[in-house]
Structure formats: structure tokens, C-alpha cells
T-cell receptor, first 113, second 111 residues
């Protein structure tokens, strides 16, 4: 049974720091992995999608890597800003007709001015 | 494009009442799904659909019904609301390999 774990559960950093959020999964047979951002009381914004055949994806100050063999993904945020404060969730999918996403519980990030 | 839209944003029900949560997307995605988000449990799949006329159960389908008469709409019906259904509900759609896109959510409280 696929399980997704995110460490740390919460993180507080000063503005400007580079930081890494971790996501691990127990079954390497994934179709893709997706990172989301959730602001308090809001919906889920897709940040980056990594297909199983890819090693990393980049968007602006965000870089996500995927190592299927070790069951790990990292989300790297460069030069963090107070506006980056949110909960970051990772989810994996086996693909196919179901496309069910298995979710971690998220990392709550606070970037302090 | 409006993307994925959900109505209502907030709803309070009494135990035993029924209601329908609306979800619509204008991206012509074949795949749509419903999740619920609960503290400490993450998001869990309720029902999904791979196209108009086709629906299937996720991991927590009990107490919920869905239908998919058009590509655009995927309503979620609560037949007889229970306090255990207090949650935040998210609808999503997917164009296959480009991941999934979520609506803003409906926050439901059942008293």
C-alpha cells in the first residue's frame, strides 16, 4: 500500500533563505508526482508535476526532483519570501483510469520578514 | 478559462438533510474526481469519472453519489448528511499526463 510522508511537518525560516521540503513514498511504481501549495482556507494550486521518467522540474524559484528508486522527492525553494508562506503538499499517482492521488500531510511553511 | 469551479463555498446542514455540491470545468477534461480533506488524514478520493456516463468509487464512497451526464459537470450528492461528513470537499479535473487541477473547495459543516 502506497504511503506518502512529508518531513518536516512545519518549518519557519527567515526571508531570503533557500530551503528544501521532503516527500517520501513507499512504492516506487508511480506514474507521476505532483507538488501543490495550499493557502489557509483556500484551494490547491499545482506547482510542479514530475512524470515518472523525469528527474526534475523547474518553475521560477521552485525546483522539484524525483528519485524513484529511493522513493524520494524534494521541493527546493530559492530565496524564500513571506508570500511563500503556505502548506506544501506532495501527491503521487499510479496513473491509469483511476489516477487516484495518494497524499502526504504537508509541510506548513512560514517565511518571516 | 474559469478552470474548475465549485459551489457553494460554504454550507451548513443538519443531520439527515441532503444536498448537492456542484463542480464544473471548462477545459474539456475527461477525468474528474472528488476528494475530501480532513485534519490529520490528508485528502482522500471519494468518487471519480473517466468520461461522461462513467463513474467509479474511490476509497471513501459511502454516503455519497455522483453522476456525469456531461463532460463539464460532476456533482456530488450527499444523500443523508452525517456529522462525519463535515469536511472540506475538493473537485479536480485532469487532462491525463498534465497532472490534476483543483477547484477552490466547499467547506461543509453537518450539525
Amino acid at each position: 500500500k502506497q504511503e506518502v510522508t512529508q518531513i518536516p511537518a512545519a518549518l519557519s525560516v527567515p526571508e531570503g533563505e533557500n530551503l528544501v521540503l521532503n516527500c517520501s513514498f513507499t512504492d516506487s511504481a508511480i506514474y507521476n508526482l505532483q507538488w501543490f501549495r495550499q493557502d489557509p482556507g483556500k484551494g490547491l494550486t499545482s506547482l510542479l508535476l514530475i512524470q515518472s521518467s523525469q528527474r526534475e522540474q523547474t518553475s521560477g524559484r521552485l525546483n522539484a526532483s524525483l528519485d524513484k528508486s529511493s522513493g524520494r522527492s524534494t521541493l527546493y525553494i530559492a530565496a524564500s519570501q513571506p508570500g511563500d508562506s503556505a502548506t506544501y503538499l506532495c501527491a503521487v499517482s499510479r496513473g491509469g483510469n483511476n489516477r487516484k492521488l495518494i497524499w502526504g500531510l504537508g509541510t506548513s511553511l512560514a517565511v518571516n520578514p | 478559462n474559469a478552470g474548475v469551479t465549485q459551489t457553494p463555498k460554504f454550507q451548513v446542514l443538519k443531520t439527515g438533510q441532503s444536498m448537492t455540491l456542484q463542480c464544473a470545468q471548462d477545459m474539456n477534461h475527461e477525468y474528474m474526481s472528488w476528494y475530501r480533506q480532513d485534519p490529520g488524514m490528508g485528502l482522500r478520493l471519494i468518487h471519480y469519472s473517466v468520461g461522461a456516463g462513467i463513474t467509479d468509487q474511490g476509497e471513501v464512497p459511502n454516503g455519497y453519489n455522483v453522476s456525469r451526464s456531461t463532460t463539464e459537470d460532476f456533482p456530488l450528492r450527499l444523500l443523508s448528511a452525517a456529522p462525519s461528513q463535515t469536511s472540506v470537499y475538493f473537485c479536480a479535473s485532469s487532462p491525463d499526463r498534465r497532472g490534476q487541477f483543483f477547484g477552490p473547495g466547499t467547506r461543509l459543516t453537518v450539525l
